[in-house]
């Protein structure tokens, strides 16, 4: 028995009536899709850095070879308007250096402020997110040239860091978050070459909200 094509003009309205209506309540119930896990919230994170190229420059490639390090961070997120959310927060990188470049194998470390653009999608469970925004970097080192030993700090320098995860919920108010993100940077000094930074973070936050 063939259906009535009536019934089914008025039932696919139906249709898209329902898809419309959840459409506009994810995009406007801030239950389903918030700016945060939280109205206001703090994560510490902590994990790998790991260099995709070496930090050097064609003109003079004194920074030699780098390696994988550790990342510290720390910051707040916050509402800003519809779905969107502000980061702000401080970190540090650090990276193996070459012995041959570096006194006794130092590491690089650069020190930093974050200011970022975030969302979450979702309130509660597992919600990814995604991030992205500006980076400051300021690089300290030890360099051995012979037998005298170099100390170097670069003058500013930036560039931006984006990336995502996961928040998966593990109390009331609080949270891990496993995430990845890509930071790009050129660095200054005064007397060398800019020093060109591309690197990935693999880390894990705590999240607590408040």
């Known amino acids: 028995m063939e259906a009535d094509p009536k019934v089914s ?28 896990e939280g109205a206001y919230a703090f994560q510490i994170r902590g994990g790998g850095t790991f260099p995709v190229t070496d930090f050097r420059n064609d003109a003079q490639g004194w920074e030699g070879e780098t390696g994988m390090g550790t990342p510290l961070g720390m910051g707040f997120t916050f509402p800003l308007y519809w779905f969107f959310g502000g980061y702000l927060g401080f970190s540090q ?20 402020f974050d200011v970022a653009l975030r969302v979450v999608v979702g309130d509660r ?72 930074l591309r690197y990935l973070v693999f880390d894990l936050g705590l999240v607590v909200g408040f």
């Open 93 to 112: 990188h650090r990276f193996a250096c070459d012995e041959d470049v570096c006194w006794k194998g130092e590491p690089w470390v650069s020190t930093g």
């Open 9 to 36: 003009r008025v039932l696919g309205v139906r249709r898209w009536i329902v898809a419309a209506s959840l459409g506009w309540g994810l995009l406007l119930a801030p239950d389903l899709l918030s700016a945060q």
């Open 125 to 196: 469970g597992i919600r990814p997110w995604v991030q992205g925004g500006l980076h400051t970097h300021r690089i300290e080192g030890r360099v051995s040239e012979g037998k005298r030993i170099q100390s170097l700090h670069s003058e500013g320098g930036g560039g931006y860091e984006v990336g995502g995860g996961l928040l998966v919920q593990v109390g009331e108010r609080m949270s891990l978050s496993p995430g990845v993100r890509y930071g790009s940077g050129d660095v200054p000094f005064s007397a060398r070459p800019t020093m060109s």
